[in-house]
């Protein structure tokens, strides 16, 4: 009997430091020691860069609109606005009705900015490195899933400021007003703060996501020793 016992003692040792080590294996190999909570530093400072590099150039004069990775088109129940006023020779209208839409996005993104440094302090990083492992992308992915709805609740009341600020609401008060008024169309009254609400979001994290994918692929985006040795276990993956 206790021969047994040690046999199936022995079994159980040898199958559990097998599993381990294929455990072990399976993590990425770097110089030195590296935990995830070093993992999940390196990957806010990445994301916090992103924020301070790309998204403030949001906030600029055509930040939005000269940028053709973010730049805010027309909804597509406006696209007939925007033609129907076009062929009746307000074109210089019609331009200024898209302009603005994006100004209020530059103008919200300003003073929201703050929302999103805050949010990626707050990220508890339980899966460091499945998301250092994953795609261009994934950390961008995952703050995406964890902040947007609270983002957009915050980011929605700034929209609407904005429009106000700029003058967006009664530029397009206006233009919906004369396309109305032109006969045989259907009306149409979208809500543009919903919309723009989200396309500015939509922004923010592509501009995130394209810095995200500089210091993923570019050593020369790693600019501090942390990005240097964290994102060096993603390299050989």
């Known amino acids: 009997m206790i021969r047994k016992f040690l046999a199936v003692l022995l079994i159980f040792n040898l ?20 935990g995830n909570a070093e993992i999940a530093s390196g990957l806010r400072q990445a994301l916090n860069l992103g924020i301070d590099k ?13 940028n053709n990775l973010v730049k805010i088109l027309l909804p597509e129940e406006l696209r007939k606005v925007d033609k129907g006023l076009r062929d009746i020779g307000l074109s210089k209208l019609a331009d200024k009705g898209l302009k603005v839409l994006n100004r209020a996005a530059e103008d919200a993104v300003k003073e929201a900015t703050p929302i999103f440094i805050s949010a990626v302090k707050d990220i508890t990083f339980t899966d460091a490195k499945n998301i250092l492992l994953g795609n261009n992308n994934a950390a961008t992915n995952y703050l995406t899933s964890k902040t947007q709805t609270a983002l957009y609740a915050k980011f929605n009341p700034v929209i609407k400021n904005s429009f106000s600020k700029v003058g967006a ?24 703060t919903d919309y723009v609400t989200s396309e500015a979001l939509k922004g923010v994290y592509t501009m995130i996501a394209v810095e995200e994918k500089d210091i993923r692929t570019k050593l020369s985006s790693r600019t501090t020793d942390l990005l240097k040795k964290v994102f060096a276990l993603q390299d050989g993956k």
């Open 169 to 192: 609401d009664q530029i397009w008060k206006n233009l919906i007003n004369k396309y109305n008024s032109i006969p045989f169309t259907n009306k149409v009254n979208p809500n543009l």
């Open 54 to 66: 790309q998204v403030t150039k949001l906030t600029q004069t055509d930040g939005f609109f000269k």
């Open 15 to 34: 199958t559990a430091c097998a599993e381990l080590q294929h455990v072990v294996n399976q993590l990425p190999q770097a110089t030195g020691v590296i």
